[in-house]
T-cell receptor, first 113, second 112 residues
Framework: GAGVSQSPSNKVTEKGKDVELRCDPI?????LYWYRQSLGQGLEFLIY????????KSGLPSDRFSAERTGGSVSTLTIQRTQQEDSAVYLC???????????FGQGTRLTVV | DQQVKQNSPSLSVQEGRISILNCDYT??????FLWYKKYPAEGPTFLIS?????DKNEDGRFTVFLNKSAKHLSLHIVPSQPGDSAVYFC???????????FGAGTILRVKS
């Protein structure tokens, strides 16, 4: 597709379970971002991949959160031992190298019960 | 530490009038600024941007103004339309191609 694709669109999981969220960026975009938006809150930066550089993980809230980007394309955000406070919409975005304009996917709504 | 601040959580404007959304930043290294619009259940969409070498950028009904000395930018929408009702996020980047830092957003309601 032409846009950023995220899956699943919705995920309900039990507290303590692990979840994986997937992001397919726009073809040719070398930068990939993960953000999350909790209810009533703004966009919280999580992690940023740029080409072959080491990712900027400064926004990950705890060591339960990790992300990888395979082959410079698809990215997976993993949350281990989910907690209720992890409930949020997780947004992925991508952009061209040296272009700050990022294009967002529709997000994954994660609900931890 | 909120580096990008949108101090107005919401704004209500009559259709046809001007909407002015404000954003302040603290990091003097920011030199590229963007506005995004977000509808419910959708991802944010890029609206307009401005680099620090400019003080104004215009695109149709949307104009962004940058005051570097005050570390302040604003988005003007003229005339406002009901379809403009959405959450507007201000974002900033330390340099072209770096990660974006977002504000908390302002809910704009345009009344018909």
């Amino acid at each position: 597709g032409a846009g950023v694709s995220q899956s699943p669109s919705n995920k309900v999981t039990e507290k303590g379970k692990d979840v994986e969220l997937r992001c397919d960026p726009i073809s040719g975009h070398t930068a990939l971002y993960w953000y999350r938006q909790s209810l009533g809150q703004g966009l919280e930066f999580l992690i940023y991949f740029q080409g072959n550089s080491a990712p900027d993980k400064s926004g990950l809230p705890s060591d339960r959160f990790s992300a990888e980007r395979t082959g410079g394309s698809v990215s997976t955000l993993t949350i281990q031992r989910t907690q209720q406070e992890d409930s949020a919409v997780y947004l992925c975005a991508s952009s061209l190298e040296r272009a700050a304009e990022a294009f967002f996917g529709q997000g994954t709504r994660l609900t931890v019960v | 530490d909120q580096q990008v601040k949108q101090n107005s959580p919401s704004l209500s404007v009559q259709e046809g009038r001007i909407s002015i959304l404000n954003c302040d930043y603290t990091n003097s290294m920011f030199d590229y600024f963007l506005w995004y619009k977000k509808y419910p259940a959708e991802g944010p969409t890029f609206l307009i941007s401005i680099s620090s070498i400019k003080d104004k950028n215009e695109d149709g009904r949307f104009t962004v103004f940058l005051n570097k000395s005050a570390k302040h930018l604003s988005l003007h929408i003229v005339p406002s339309q009901p379809g403009d009702s959405a959450v507007y996020f201000c974002a900033a980047s330390p340099y072209y191609g770096n990660k974006l830092v977002f504000g908390a957003g302002t809910i704009l309601r345009v009344k018909s």
